[in-house]
């Protein structure tokens, strides 16, 4: 696929300010910061979740070879 025509439908420098403005009229400017906080939050819990669960994978691999080698 053409990296140029996926390029073509991201917004422009203008078209985010206006973006920008009308986030700004749906939400008002006090509960942007309260927005931006969970969603902080939300990232956060899914890192904390990745890296959990990337440990668990390396601890299994870990036993796996353990085990192999008891065995030999």
Not at 40 to 55: Q, R
């Amino acid at each position: 696929m053409n990296v140029q025509l996926l390029l073509g439908f991201l917004p422009s420098g203008s078209e985010w300010i206006i973006i920008a403005l009308i986030f700004l009229l749906l939400f008002g400017g006090k509960k942007i910061p309260e927005l931006m906080k969970g969603l902080g939050k939300g990232v956060k819990s899914f890192k904390d979740g990745v890296n959990e669960a990337s440990e668990e994978i390396k601890k299994a691999k870990d036993d796996l070879n353990t085990d192999d080698t008891e065995k030999k």
